[in-house]
């Protein structure tokens, strides 16, 4: 395993039974720390998720490394469409990822030097310094062991061949008396930490989705925006209605009466769907304060009538309607 | 805590209509002998509440397709006080009654155009679309008046021996001007019941019902009138509420 297996949530469960969309909005609501794994026969695919964003990906078979982050995402995805295999997740605590981040985006202080030449009680001292974030790794020919450091505290240590933390960091020691060990270190401070341009993977065809799947509601949205206003029905204050909005607050933006992503979507298509109607509540309900409510229900309906009828070959929006079941909304 | 602008002008605005309606009635109550005070606190009353109206008005963006309506309403208020104007001005300028029909009758005729404009473009922009009971109270309310018209105003005008060929003319015209409108508007605020635009054109309906009750009055009541005639009352009140409704209407659109 190239990234620890943390705090099990589930195990080996059949991707048919997990939403990947939903699991992956998630991620980015929450924030969520940890690794998500895909096991098809003896491939196996970890995709590791910091702060809801994916930086590293590994696709591996029996320890050698078939393809890294956006070609490991393609195995992943096209696995998971074939409904193939099985998929782990697991938590961690957020400080183990920075230590595991920078053996991909730092440089090395030491790299796969032989380990007898350094003394292990100097290279702890020098991990635990405060405001530093440290990586030791040690590779011989059975296996690699990865020691992490986090802002001065020994975050644990894990062996490629299994996954699993442990905290017994006198081991390290023991892996230096070892002849064909090679020792590689990695420190940075945490300033230097968050000035990594640390990349985002994409799970390309589920967050392109998501984003063209707002856009055509938003096309609808517009659509009714300006069916009110060329019937001189318009909305004052535009900003007040995406105001305290989780998702849609930070992501879209009105300008000239019309809603534009301005930033991606971080969210799941059921709390984005619920927001999308929300914001047409809102709308209807800031012009029923005006116009009053029959009239504006009146107007409502033959704005959706008529975007029906104009949209009526666009198969994906007529049905996204239909599911939302906009024609009904109450506000 | 603060009173709101919008409670504030319409302090102002009742102020605006009880100065000359105290006068009116110290006149009556034989406690002031000078009458020309009531048109001049009349005419002061219009203008400033005309200013006001089209103060708040050049506020609002011209961005809102409705604005353009309003503009018409704005341009019959300005119309109505050039002709009120015109009207108090033989009693203040020249101490004699106004001649009926005269100038100040053209400027009233195009107050009547101006406000129809106003409520046609409405209710085209609007698209308004009435359902069946909607249709029925509206059809209820025009036969209502329509009746009333006809028996107490137009047939008695018409018999009229008193009353010259073009002050007949102008007294239906007038009075079914105020049908006409009153109707009109009467079907906006069917639609847009509830909403804050719809009480704005309950001032503009309660408006013209001022004006329709001052040219009954006018007509068959102080058709021998003399300067502080009762039915200026309700023409004054009217003039306010029009202004008021324009201000009102400009506040919903005014940029916070």
């Known amino acids: ?331 | 805590m603060s009173m709101s602008l919008e409670r504030r002008i319409s302090i102002f605005f009742l102020i605006l209509f009880m100065v000359p309606f105290l006068i009116l009635l110290s006149i009556e109550g034989k406690l002031l002998k000078n009458e020309s005070l009531y048109p001049l606190f009349y005419e002061i009353a219009e203008i400033l509440s005309l200013i006001i109206a089209i103060y708040y008005f050049s506020k609002i963006g011209g961005v809102w397709r409705g604005w353009l309506g309003w503009l018409f309403v704005v341009l019959s208020l300005v119309l109505l006080f050039i002709a009120d104007f015109a009207w108090n001005f033989y009693p203040l300028f020249k101490g004699e009654e106004t001649p009926f029909p005269g100038i100040p009758d053209i400027f009233y005729v195009l107050f009547y155009v101006f406000a129809f404009v106003f409520l046609i473009y409405f209710i085209r922009l609007l698209g308004l679309e009435f359902d069946v009971s909607e249709k029925f109270l509206i059809l209820l309310i025009s036969l209502l008046f329509l009746v009333l018209l006809v028996q107490g105003v137009l047939i008695p005008v018409l018999r009229s021996q008193e009353m010259t060929i073009l002050s007949k003319i102008l007294n239906i015209f007038y009075i079914v001007g105020d049908f006409i409108l009153i109707i009109l508007a009467f079907m906006l605020i069917v639609k847009l019941w509830g909403g804050k635009v719809a009480k704005n054109y309950s001032y503009f309906i309660l408006a013209v019902f001022l004006i329709n009750i001052g040219d009954i009055l006018f007509t068959y009541i102080f058709r021998d009138f003399k300067i502080s005639n009762w039915a200026y009352i309700f023409y004054l009140a009217s003039f306010l509420l029009l202004a008021y409704s324009i201000v009102r209407e400009s506040l919903l659109h005014i940029s916070k």
């Open chain 1, 1 to 331: 395993m190239k990234f620890p297996l943390g705090q099990e949530i589930y195990k080996r469960t059949p991707v048919y039974l997990i939403n990947l969309k939903e699991l992956i909005s998630w991620f980015r609501l929450e924030r969520f720390n940890g690794v998500l794994v895909e096991e098809v026969s003896n491939v196996n695919t970890q995709v590791l998720v910091y702060d809801g964003i994916i930086p590293k990906a590994f696709t591996e078979r029996n320890g050698e490394i078939l393809a890294e982050d956006s070609n490991a995402i393609e195995i992943f995805v096209n696995d998971y469409l074939a409904r193939n295999g099985f998929l782990s997740l697991f938590s961690y605590d957020k400080e183990l990822i920075p230590p595991l981040l920078i053996l991909y985006f730092s440089t090395p202080n030491i790299f796969r030097e032989e380990s007898y030449l350094f003394i292990p009680e100097r290279l702890i001292e020098d991990s635990k310094k405060e405001n530093s974030i440290s990586h030791i790794l040690i590779e011989n020919s059975e296996d690699k062991v990865h020691f992490l450091f986090y802002d001065g505290k020994f975050k644990g240590y894990y062996s490629e061949k299994d996954g699993i933390i442990k905290e017994d960091i006198s081991f390290l020691s023991e892996l230096f008396n070892k002849s064909d060990s090679f020792i590689s270190f990695y420190q940075i401070s945490c300033g230097e930490f968050h000035k990594l341009n640390i990349p985002s993977l994409k799970f390309s065809f589920i967050e392109e989705e998501i984003t063209k799947w707002v856009e055509k509601l938003l096309e609808y949205v517009n659509f009714i925006m300006r069916y009110y206003e060329s019937h001189g029905m318009y909305i004052e204050n535009t900003n007040k209605i995406l105001d305290g909005l989780n998702i849609l607050c930070s992501s879209l933006v009105c300008l000239d009466n019309k809603f534009i992503i301005k930033k991606e979507i971080m969210g799941s298509y059921e709390e984005v769907e619920g927001e999308i109607v929300e914001v047409i509540r809102r709308i209807n309900r800031e012009l029923s304060d005006l116009w009053g409510e029959k009239f504006v229900h009146q107007k409502y309906i033959q704005g959706y009538k008529k975007f029906i009828e104009e949209y009526k070959n666009d198969k994906k929006i007529i049905e996204l309607l239909d599911e939302i079941n906009l024609e009904n909304i109450e506000f």
